[in-house]
């Protein structure tokens, strides 16, 4: 190969990988707009109030762990704290973990919020081992033995009152309906900025005001990025089964799972979570041989992530450049590393040939290269 044909050849690949690029997004967005043309009702899904009517079969048997990291988050985390007081599940039937990194004010904060949450169990690191995941790790390993569910969300977040009923409730219809096994809901956690008009200490996420800041540049384009990924992307993989990736804002897992699999170390457990859950077979095999009930003849299938938009939760939003160039770095930095390291792992592994096109074509893999 000579000199010259170098970068000809160079060029050829990278125009069949945009070409490939630009008709999967415009695959994506067809799969999408006739998803929602023809029964998706997205517009109830921004109601709390309309969960329980979509999923009214709540199941009290199974427990619940509702997990969360924290790290010097003072200025948010009783927002949330207040929307965990107000939830709505059997109060025997869940707990809350928090793991806390911070060095302000956010551990005396949460330890007042344990006197007043009964199954609030508050634990401080005196480090950040191994970053977010390290400290979802720490409790992974509190939760409670009886525990079916794990919930993940971010600390910024304000969870509705029916949150546990309707994932709990996905699950579900899922185990009565998809003829593959779920292991993971993906919720939709919606970046706003939110105030309460209302000075009750008492007052329920419901009586909270969502207010989107519109007058700031930079929130809009994360809401418009957000919302691209969340209902175009999301919704057509869903829709294709295609591999979909887990956010840390909010998903719920089965705690068999999750404890199988645990959070890695890097900058990005959420996406080292998701290959790990789509290539760790082994693992995974090993504990269906365990649960044969939950097997369907013997096929394991693929869809292992539902994702479902009328989950959702609303957390807080960037409005400066500053630090969401920072947060994008570092996301795409863990990214990564996470692709680089499972490459091979992708090429070789028992799944799909299409959903090792998918991985690589995603916008995930696409901002790590």
């Known amino acids: 190969m000579t000199f010259d044909t170098v970068p000809i050849s160079f060029s050829l690949v990278l125009t069949i990988f945009l070409a490939l690029y630009v008709a999967r997004s415009a695959i994506f967005l067809l799969v999408a707009r006739n998803t929602i043309k023809s029964g998706a009702n997205l517009e109830t899904a921004y109601h709390c109030a309309a969960l329980d009517t ?6 009290y048997r199974h ?36 793991v806390d990194d911070s060095d302000d004010e956010t551990f005396h904060i949460l330890k007042n919020w344990e006197k007043k949450i009964q199954n609030l169990k508050v634990i401080h690191r005196s480090n950040r081992k191994a970053w977010k995941g390290g400290a979802l790790n720490v409790a992974l390993n509190n939760m409670n033995p009886k525990s079916s569910y794990a919930l993940i969300v971010d600390a910024d977040n304000i ?4 949150i546990l009923k309707s994932f709990v409730s996905r ?15 993906q919720g939709y956690p919606i970046p706003t900025v939110y105030y309460n008009n209302n000075n009750d200490s008492n007052s329920k996420l419901d009586t909270f005001d969502q207010v989107g800041d519109y007058s700031n540049w930079v929130s809009k384009a994360i809401d418009f990025r957000l919302a691209k990924r969340n209902l175009i992307e999301f919704i057509a993989k869903d829709k294709l089964s295609l591999p979909i990736q887990i956010t840390s804002s909010l998903f ?13 170390g890097d900058l990005t457990e959420d ?3 998701t290959l790990d ?13 365990n649960c044969r009930d939950r097997l369907q003849g013997n096929n394991i299938g693929t869809r292992k992530v539902l994702y479902d938009p009328a989950l959702m939760s609303y ?24 692709f680089r390291k499972n490459i091979i792992n992708i090429l070789t592994c028992n799944i799909r040939v299409k959903d090792k096109l998918s991985s690589f074509l995603s916008d995930y893999s696409i901002q790590s290269s």
């Not at 699950?171 to 809901?185: Q, Y």
């Open 54 to 59: 979509q999923f009214n079969r709540t199941d």
């Open 63 to 98: 427990f619940v762990s509702v997990l969360i990291a924290s790290y010097n988050e003072q200025q948010v985390i009783d927002r949330l704290m207040k929307s965990c007081a107000a939830l709505t599940y059997n109060q025997n039937k869940f707990e809350i973990i928090v």
């Open 159 to 162: 969870l509705p009152s029916r």
């Open 171 to 185: 699950f579900n219809e899922c185990s009565l309906k998809e003829k593959n096994i779920v292991e993971v809901i």
């Open 252 to 264: 719920m897992m089965r705690s068999e799972v999750i404890k199988l699999l645990g959070f890695s």
């Open 271 to 273: 996406w080292d979570l």
């Open 277 to 289: 859950l789509y290539l760790s077979t082994d693992g995974i095999l090993l504990y269906y041989t």
């Open 315 to 338: 957390s807080s939003t960037i409005t400066k450049f500053r630090a969401y160039f920072r947060q994008r770095m570092r996301v795409s930095e863990g990214h990564t590393r996470g």
